[in-house]
Structures are given as structure tokens and as C-alpha cells.
């Protein structure tokens, strides 16, 4: 089992940043990728974008051109700085990670991960 921990939700206006990161607890074989997933109310939830140790990402059209991924393996941790945030990026984010080390493309994780936050709020005002 791996625990995991969101920090750095809040609000901000727009065009501002904010950088969340999340620590997970467990063992490493259990973190090969590590992501952010979102959910707006009403809407379906969204993988922002996933990395795989430090060597592959994937980003969100949505999302891409603003927001980096980054992981510091020693730390067990995972970071996801948002620049020129909108109104729209506002949700709960939630950290994931999974054991499955798959090849090529992340977006395959975009029905979900095996281990979750419990989220943080991002909220971004007009």
C-alpha cells in the first residue's frame, strides 16, 4: 500500500501560480508513475499529467505550456507547478501513482491510477 499526501491547493487569481506537491509513503516499485488527476464539479475527472520516474510525461492538452510535472525519486515525491492558471483550472486535484511500468504513452492512465489522495483544492478567480 502506498499513502499519499497533496500540499499547496488554494486560491489565486487569475494568472497567478501555484505549486502543489504530494509525498507518498510506500515502497518505490509502488510509485513508477506518479500523477495529477483533477475533477471540476459536474465534470468527469481529468489526468492533468503523469510522469514515469524522470523520464516520461504527459501532459493534458488542456493544461500543456502551463503547468510541469517533476519528481524528486529520493523524496518519493511529486510536484505540479501551475502557471497562468484560469478560472477553469479550479478543482479538487488529486495525486495517484502506480506500480505498472508501461511503455510509451501515459495517457493510458487516464482511467485512473492504482493508489489516490485524498485531493486538494485549486481554485482560481476571474
Known amino acids: 500500500q502506498v499513502q499519499l499526501e497533496e500540499f499547496g491547493g488554494g486560491l489565486v487569481q487569475a494568472g497567478g501560480s501555484l505549486r502543489l506537491s504530494c509525498a507518498a509513503d510506500g515502497r518505490t516499485s509502488d510509485t513508477v508513475v506518479m500523477g495529477w488527476f483533477r475533477q471540476a464539479p459536474g465534470k468527469e475527472r481529468e489526468l492533468v499529467a503523469a510522469i514515469k520516474w524522470s523520464d516520461t510525461v504527459y501532459y493534458a492538452d488542456s493544461v500543456k505550456g502551463r503547468f510541469t510535472i517533476s519528481r524528486d525519486n529520493a523524496k518519493n515525491t511529486v510536484y505540479l507547478q501551475m502557471n497562468m492558471l484560469k478560472p477553469e483550472d479550479t478543482a479538487v486535484y488529486y495525486c495517484?501513482?502506480?506500480?505498472?511500468?508501461?511503455?510509451?504513452?501515459?495517457?493510458?492512465?487516464?482511467?485512473?491510477?492504482?493508489?489516490w489522495g485524498k485531493g486538494t483544492q485549486v481554485t482560481v478567480s476571474s
Open positions: 495517484a501513482a502506480d506500480p505498472r511500468p508501461v511503455v510509451g504513452s501515459l495517457e493510458v492512465f487516464s482511467g485512473g491510477m492504482d493508489y
